[in-house]
């Protein structure tokens, strides 16, 4: 069985909400999505796959990839959990799948080791972030626990609130990341940035 723990950053969307493709809008010197791929890179996560749909082809060329790779989610409209299973398919086999967003570019590596220095397969099927705020994201996923999941955007919480004892909580003391939404978002999301040291 593979011992392999792959971040699939989930960048498929169309982002109808901003009006405008979300993972190219800069925050500093770097699009949206470039801060979530970056983090995810340095993390220790075994492999890093983006997984695109939607505007695919200027995501690809306004991202810079090192150890990451592509994928295709052909079907984007179906949900995160069609863009997750495209990124699985495309890695290989893997004990767990970290789930990554590209609106959330205060996503920090640290927090992503933290996940993973963290969790035991033995006693838990699911670990994500207890912020000082609420819980949010990376959310880790082990591959045995999504056999059988529907699709949809919440599936993966629908499975931590159904599975309460098999969830593990990572505390972190910084607020839960902004995801990014509305233009009103975008502007919290720079300034916070742009404070961080």
């Known amino acids: ?18 009006g405008e493709p979300k993972a190219l809008m800069p925050i500093g010197r770097r699009p949206m999505l470039q801060w979530v791929v970056d983090a995810a890179e340095a993390s220790s996560l075994s492999r890093v796959v983006v997984v695109t ?3 695919e082809e200027a995501i690809r060329q306004g991202i810079q990839l090192n150890r990451a790779e592509w994928a295709h989610n052909p079907e984007p409209e179906r949900g995160t959990m069609s863009s997750l ?31 993973l220095l963290a969790w035991n397969p033995d006693h ?61 978002d975008y502007r919290a999301v720079i300034d916070r940035l742009s404070a961080r040291p």
């Open 124 to 184: 838990y099927d699911t670990a994500l972030v207890a912020y000082t705020d609420g819980d949010g994201h990376p959310l880790l996923v082990a591959t045995e626990a999504l056999t059988g999941l529907g699709e949809g955007d919440r599936r993966l919480w629908r499975l931590i609130e159904e599975r309460p004892d098999r969830v593990l909580r990572v505390t972190s003391n910084q607020p839960r990341p902004v995801d990014v939404n509305t233009p009103e």
């Open 1 to 18: 069985m593979s011992t392999a723990t792959i971040g699939v950053v989930v960048a498929a969307g169309s982002a109808t909400r901003m």
């Open 85 to 115: 299973r495209a990124g699985l398919e495309a890695m290989g086999p893997a004990r767990a799948v970290v789930k990554l967003v590209s609106d959330q570019p205060e996503i920090r590596t640290s927090v992503i080791d933290a996940l």
């Open 53 to 55: 749909g939607h505007g």
